[in-house]
């Protein structure tokens, strides 16, 4: 199921808020939580917010062109900080930055921010590596790639 992008209004209200978690973020990915995304436990399973960090990033590197057939990526590490349960209904509100650009790798980091519970309830890191088409040697990332996540970056709330 995909996600509506983020209203222009919620944006605008982020952007008003000089201490909200999400200022200084690029791309906010507004994520829905649904029903089969909870556990036993009545609140979202810990390997969701793993699926909810990849639609976050594919939305990210979307707004970058990165799906040529000339690069592929893969994710080398990812790590999630659990601060909070989130259960339904909610809408997660998902901050993605580049934290580093390398070479032949890009890390990010995520700030899952409730709209119901209006705090930070989870944060990840991810380290992507970019490959040639046969997925065999890295790829460093090109001049022009570099120069959209460099411009994108400078796009913030």
Known sequence: MSNPPMSDAARQNIAQQ?????????????????WGDM??????NNVVYYNYAQRARIHYLEQVDMFNLQTHTVIASSSCQYLNSVTFPDVLWIGIRAKKIGNTSL???YVYFSTAQQKVVATVSSVIVFFDQNGKNKQPISDGQRQQLTELESHTV
């Not at 000089?18 to 649904?34: R, S």
């Not at 556990?39 to 979202?44: C, R, S, T």
Request: charged share 25%; aromatic share 12%.
């Open 18 to 34: 000089d201490n909200h978690p999400l200022k200084g973020f690029a791309v906010i990915y507004e994520q829905k939580v649904e």
């Open 39 to 44: 556990d036993a436990f009545n609140h979202v």
């Open 107 to 109: 890390t990010h980091d």
